[in-house]
């Protein structure tokens, strides 16, 4: 059994337009794509963010509503919404420390390290903690995306939505959250989307390039 180089992958991937309702994703490809969220690598190791996988037909219905009636939001099997913390906060850093301590051993570095990421995050204004915490939640998007095409399952990555409206579709506010990006998960319906038989287009590599000796 040969495997397939990851770069045949990501040629494969595209932002599936149409997905086909009657092909869910297998859970156990949907793990996978958890798994690679939950191990993707994040500023200070806070991990600032929560991912709710939607499967409520209901529920995605509301969402896309919300989310320029993008038909993958309700096509596709499973939706992935990821919600950043909306601040950081004393406890939810003592939370990281607790859970790097148990782990590691209560070594006096972990808690310095911790301290004084308190004493720079904390003072800072919400918003920037906010800003923060999301741009830690695209790292995991794009782990996310490599290993749904490492599955060969399709996804498509939104951020035309509401966030307000899907933060409340979904409580986030009552839990400390703001909806971030969303991604379907699910299967391309080839006989229905327009861009799935074109050329894929990326600028060359000498235009986005440069090597600094």
């Given amino acids: 059994m ?5 770069l045949d ?31 993707a690598p994040t500023s ?20 896309r509503k919300v989310a320029w009636d993008q038909s993958p939001v309700t096509d596709g ?9 909306d601040n950081y906060t004393e406890d939810r850093i003592d939370a990281v420390t607790k859970l790097n301590v148990a782990a590691r051993g209560d070594l006096p570095m972990l808690n310095a390290y911790y ?10 204004d919400e918003e920037e903690n906010y800003a923060h915490a999301a741009r830690q939640a ?12 490492e599955q060969e399952v399709d996804c498509t990555p939104m951020e035309g939505f509401d966030p307000e409206a899907v933060d ?23 006989e229905n989307d327009w861009l799935m038989s074109m050329k894929k287009v990326r ?10 000796d």
Avoid: C
Avoid at 11 to 21: E, V
């Fill in 2 to 6: 040969t495997t397939k180089p990851l």
């Fill in 9 to 39: 992958h990501l040629n494969w991937r595209y932002a599936t337009k149409k997905m086909d309702p009657s092909k869910p994703v297998p859970q156990d490809k949907v793990d996978a794509i958890i798994e690679a969220i939950r191990m």
């Fill in 44 to 63: 200070s190791g806070t991990q600032p963010f929560e991912i709710l996988v939607v499967t409520n037909d209901d529920v995605k219905a509301d969402i």
């Fill in 77 to 85: 099997s499973h939706l992935i919404v990821f919600a950043a913390w």
């Fill in 115 to 124: 301290d004084k990421l308190k004493a720079m995050y904390l003072p800072r």
């Fill in 138 to 149: 695209y790292i995991a998007l794009g782990m996310a995306m490599v290993a749904a095409a």
């Fill in 168 to 190: 409340k579709i979904l409580n986030l506010k009552d839990r400390g959250l703001r909806s971030v990006v969303l991604l379907p998960l699910g299967y391309r319906d080839a």
């Fill in 203 to 212: 600028k060359s590599r000498d235009t986005i390039v440069t090597l600094i």
